[in-house]
């Protein structure tokens, strides 16, 4: 069972149960699933440059592989799989769900084409959408209040291991894999090209994992499902075109159908009119469908819960912070995905040198930058409401010298350093916004404004960012003109983040109830 202590006194706190052993177990399997997740998700950018070699790519099909396929798929499973963790057995839909993405990697291995690549990296980005949901809210049952924090920063340490892992293991398989196949009892294991046996080496394992997910003891809770097929169905209705669109109708009548078949048109019609000038139809197709996802869920909520659209897609403060902050993560996200290809293209060092270095800087900088971010961010808040959005521009502006010297240097240690100085500056913010998303909204609406801020951050930074520099790469014929283009991002960041701090100092907790109270949320319900 659950350890409970919420609510209780200081006295019944420190009296309360250490974590049990089979949350423990718990713990220990799903981090692993985590570095897995994290793993199968980012090992292609060290494996790209050989993809493109024998798939016969420019950079613009390498960024809809590196970004797009992944991004915006698990945004819009993602939309359901909340919902859908909260209603079936989490320890089923997460052992489904890594079953599912280990699978879509090691079938990755076995593409001999673009279109099959990029529908296996869809399917990780399906399958993966249900980690986070499951993960955090089993552990949250099993670990006790006084312990939660700790247990969750365990799992969140999964993806900096799984992407520094990725580095590491893509680029031993690039340069070692002629002498690792010849000790295989498998016939023509060594007529397999490296990336492909990467793919397929670090997407089996998850089997086994999956079934080890199985063995955790899930804590007994009332589920909201009575019939499992309906509910997942009813729940990706939501999500899904074009099944949207009965649910729009359930809850917005003819109206609403009428506004989400003209959001859905001018979307189309868009996102024809680019896919025609630059060629690239799964790019842009895939980007629509993910706009479509996140306007159609806002468009859902202003229906089923006005007080909640009120205070996010529905707020200005709200709407610029998110769209400033996927545009810092635009920038920062496609530099870092690229910085593999780039550092091959660039110095003479075999693959596993760059993969082993990236990967351990990677790892550094990144805790290190939460950490700080986060630190200075409480104590800059304590005197100024705006901190949040502070921090995040220092981190856009950092992030310019950054990119510049890692574009212009011949020195593969000073490209490094700047690497590392990225990393770091690129992670300060996002503990100070996560906090501040939290802040905008009432407490029973922390989840799906979490949600909400994630699906438009990762529709915009890795939905686009990873493909727009490679489709600037493929243009000119140089991926440093790709990585640097990247920054006419910064001067929109800046202004959205300035228009925003304007706005915060009035976002008070007596400013948001009395919004939500006016848009029909409950006296008792609105503290």
């Known amino acids: 069972m659950a350890t409970n202590t919420e609510g209780a006194s200081p006295s019944e706190e420190s009296r309360a149960p250490a974590i049990p052993k089979a949350a423990w177990y718990a713990l220990a399997i799903l981090t692993l699933a985590n570095v897995f997740n994290y793993l199968d998700r980012q090992i292609v950018s060290i494996l790209a440059q050989s993809i493109k070699h024998d798939l016969k790519l420019d950079d613009a099909d390498l960024g809809f592989l590196l970004g797009t396929a992944f991004a915006v798929f698990y945004s819009v499973v993602g939309i359901a799989m909340g919902k859908i963790s909260d209603g079936l057995p989490r320890k089923k839909v997460m052992a489904f ?37 499951c993960s955090h809210s089993l552990l949250a049952d099993m670990v006790p209040q006084r312990r939660r924090a700790m247990a969750m920063s365990v799992l969140l340490s999964g993806v900096f291991v799984g992407g520094a892992l990725a580095m590491f293991v893509g680029g031993y398989f690039l340069t070692h894999w002629k002498d690792m196949c010849q000790a295989l009892p498998l016939a023509g294991a060594c007529t397999t090209a490296p990336w492909k046996a990467a793919l397929i080496s670090v997407g089996l394992p998850g089997l086994l994992l999956a079934l080890a997910v199985l063995a955790i003891h899930e804590p007994p809770r009332p589920l909201e499902a009575r019939s499992a097929g309906r509910f997942v169905l009813g729940e990706f209705a939501t999500a899904i075109p074009p099944f949207t669109v009965l649910s729009v109708y359930r809850v917005g009548g003819r109206k609403g159908l009428v506004s989400n078949l003209l959001i859905a048109a001018v979307i189309v019609a868009i996102a024809t009119l680019v896919a025609r000038a630059t060629g690239d139809l799964a790019q842009w197709a895939s980007f629509g469908l993910g706009a479509y996802a996140v306007l159609t869920w806002g468009q859902i909520q202003s229906y089923r819960d006005r007080p909640l659209f009120k205070l996010t897609f529905g707020d200005p403060t709200f709407v610029m912070g998110t769209a400033a902050t996927a545009l ?79 574009m212009t240097v011949i020195d593969y240690r000073v ?113």
């Open 97 to 133: 769900g890594l079953a599912l993405w280990s699978v879509m990697t090691a079938l990755g291995g076995a593409a001999t084409s673009f279109a099959m690549l990029g529908v296996a990296r869809i399917g990780v980005g399906v399958g993966e959408a249900v980690a986070n949901p």
């Open 328 to 406: 810092i993560a635009c920038v920062g996200g496609a530099v870092n995905v690229w910085s593999a290809p780039y550092a091959m293209r660039t110095y003479q060092i075999p693959a596993h040198e760059i993969g082993f270095s990236l990967g351990a800087i990677h790892i550094i900088g990144a805790i290190a930058g939460v950490l700080l971010g986060g630190y200075f961010t409480d104590r800059w808040k304590q005197r100024d409401r705006r901190a949040p959005l502070g921090m995040a521009g220092i981190s856009m502006i950092g992030q310019v010298p950054c990119i510049i010297v890692m």
């Open 415 to 527: 490209f490094l350093a700047a690497y590392f100085a990225l990393g770091l500056i690129t992670a300060l913010w996002s503990g100070g916004i996560a906090a501040m998303v939290q802040d905008l909204v009432l407490p029973r609406m922390r989840g799906a404004a979490a949600a909400a801020f994630s699906l438009v951050a990762i529709v915009i930074s890795s939905g686009t960012g990873p493909y727009w520099a490679g489709k600037v790469s493929a243009v000119t014929g140089s991926l440093t003109a790709g990585l640097l283009s990247m920054m006419a991002l910064a001067p929109i960041a800046l202004v959205l983040l300035w228009l925003a701090a304007r706005r915060l100092p009035h976002e008070t907790p007596e400013a948001r109830r009395a919004r939500a109270e006016a848009a029909g949320e409950p006296r008792e319900n609105a503290a």
